[in-house]
């Protein structure tokens, strides 16, 4: 069964730093593209970053580009996401998610995580 489990969510001052897990099934994570995704109360779901098997990122172009960085340890079938200079409009719950599509797209993702919990205080 599909298993992906987001951890390192929390309360931050305006500023700090976060760093995110998403711990997978070895059958999810192998050959998968590996997605980051937040979700703010009463808006939709939003891209922040993917990467592929092989560690070729994928960023979003809004103002995330250029304080968030995504990375996997293959081997640790785990993937990250470093967040610095966190602004109180990152405050959302952050899923991460597994597909075979290389897309900012949510339908291009299979399988989800229950999402971890950031807020940023001003």
């Known amino acids: 069964q599909a298993q992906l489990v987001e951890s390192g969510g929390g309360l931050v001052q305006a500023g700090g730093s976060l760093r995110l897990s998403c711990a997978a099934s070895?059958?999810?994570?192998?050959?998968?593209?590996m997605g980051w995704f937040r979700q703010a109360p009463g808006k939709e779901r939003e891209f922040v970053a993917a990467?592929?098997?092989?560690?070729?990122?994928?960023y979003s172009t809004t103002s995330m580009k250029g304080r968030f960085t995504i990375s996997r340890d293959n081997a640790k079938i785990t993937v990250y996401l470093e967040m610095n200079s966190l602004k109180p409009e990152d405050t959302a719950a952050y899923y991460c998610a597994a597909g075979s599509g290389f897309s900012v797209l949510p339908g291009s993702y299979d399988y989800w995580g229950q999402g971890t919990q950031v807020t940023v205080s001003s």
């Open positions: 070895r059958r999810t994570f192998s050959r998968s593209v």
């Open positions: 990467i592929t098997w092989t560690g070729s990122p994928l």
